[in-house]
């Protein structure tokens, strides 16, 4: 862990909080549409784990997707012109905000039916053995997803034929506006749901990016070597609404809640973990700020200037030709 | 060759498994049980269990594990043990393996093959008996084949199998023992082809898989009365050959559609109306439609036969037809 290292965590959780905060505005003005649903406050776990694995492994996620999709280093302005609806976002338009892929990163899309991008991931995983490469698979998705029945079947199918797939469970207490105390039966423990189909599982704190690079890192080459599925709860906190149209707290959990959780942003975190180590100044978080300001601002210049698909690509990518 | 319509799926397969590594079978069954209805018999014995893969009974799981494969560039197989139990995967097909293509601008592709037996057979009840095609046909990014005959089962399977696109492949249950000629030696038959099963030129019937034979059946009781059908066999329903079945229309001025599913909004619905639109000038009489009744399937012999088409319900269309003339 050295200064370049940290900063450059740090760096890319900025991006993604900077690029997410100007995805709002844009909503807000209407240049964004749809369903748009926000990680800022989670940033430390997509961050955190892809760090961990190669550029050829998969990842896979759900629809609160833009966070996997910039850390696996897709370009922030083809990200942005997607959530324009743009010719030149990363699906041309046609996917949106929950549907981001790129081919190109192996990040293999974000699904927005829950529990069912889980026997996607079993298949990416299958895949990797079948062609005899040593790929893993991260797959994403939230607690709300694990008590539904695909996900236990991808569990299953996992564990039975050992498949090399790291399941990433970003449990931010909430599936939608439900708490995991009303939703899920033995809620204080998610890692042993994974058990109970003999997978092995740990849990981590989600709000710290070196935490869950570091367990990630002894896990993907785990089942690099040994191929098998694993288990990861991450626990952590999301700081706005499930999606713009709700607003940060909502009916159902108190603002003091809210409050008290945003005192654990992973970024606070960090920026004092560096600060306390002496690694890092007040200097450099200020030019790492304007860096990723440029970026953002580069993103979003590029999304409004792009044009909207034309009419006649309606019908093109329906099926290959 | 006169082979059965279950070998000649057996032989696509292998055929196919022998000719490109990436292809694979999944499903309950598929091993060692070689299939519940021995479409797959030595197939785990040539391919080994890695490319023949019994699962537990979890139709989401296997067919979504199935579309992740095929995105990372395999060519999978997945058989239905019965199209009925494929309801349990219809969030993995419609919501994923049909949008992957569009939803990620044409980036990634699901070249995958789901196949296995729909519609009645004899007495199986409600929940065993369902002719589901309409549902898949309603997906845009789906292809669904339904061929009647080995020859087609096989030429039509290779070909599938060879597709970028995924592929819902219906076959019957009723069908697996019939035999019919099959081409010697390597050949396919192309996706979107009707065929005319017979000729004749006093009315056309489209009729597909099971009710194909039907309509073969009445068609030759016809013929003893003097009444010369056209038979025509779309072969796949998506994307349908309309060209085919209007210049059939065309010669005949008359149209009968037998299908085995329900009535309302079922596949000769659509055919009916695409005919309207492209031939409605052609035409002598109103389109009648032979279909199976809007009911759950009863189990009971007589009302199971009351709710599927039946020669004398095809024969009778055809009158209907004539004499509206």
Known sequence: MDRDDLLSLYRLMLLIRRFEERSAEMYALAKIAGFLHLYIGEEAIAVGAIAAIREDDYVISAYRDHGHCLAKGSDPGRVMAELFGKATGLCKGKGGSMHLVDATRNFMGGYAIVGGHLPLATGLAFAATYQKRDQVVLCFFGEGAVPSGQSHEAFNLAALWKLPVIFVCENNRYAMGTPITRGIALYSDLADKARAHGIQAETVDGMDVVAVRTLMQTVVNKVRTDPQPYFIEAETYRFMGHSMSDPAHGHYRTKEEVEAERKKDPLVLLRQTIMQKGLGSEADFKRLEQEVGEVVADAVRFAEESPFPDRSVLEEDVYVE | MLISYRDALNQAMREEMR??????????????????????????????????????????????????????????????????????????????AAKIRYMSGGQLSVPLVIRGPGSAAHQLGAQHSQSLEAWFCHVPGLKIIVPATPRDAKGLLKSAIRDPNPIIFIEAQLLYSTKGEVPEGEYTIPIGQAEIKRQGDAVTIVAYSKMLLLALEAAEELASEGIQAEVVDPRTLKPLDLETIVESVKKTGRLVIVEEGWRFAGLGAQIADSVYSSAFDYLDAQIVRVTGEDVPMPYSRPLEDAAIPDRARVRAAVKQVLHSA
Not at chain 2, 31 to 39: E, N, P
Not at chain 2, 84 to 91: E, H, R, S, T, V
């Open chain 2, 19 to 96: 000719r490109d590594d990436r292809v694979f079978l999944i499903g309950e069954e598929v091993g060692y049980y070689q299939g519940a209805f021995k479409v797959s018999k030595g197939f785990v014995e040539e391919f080994g269990r890695g490319r023949v893969l019994d699962t537990p009974i979890t139709e989401a799981g296997f067919t979504g594990l199935a579309v992740g494969a095929a995105m990372a560039g395999l060519r999978p197989i997945v058989e239905l043990m019965t199209f009925n139990f494929g309801i349990l995967a219809m969030d993995q097909i419609v919501n994923n």
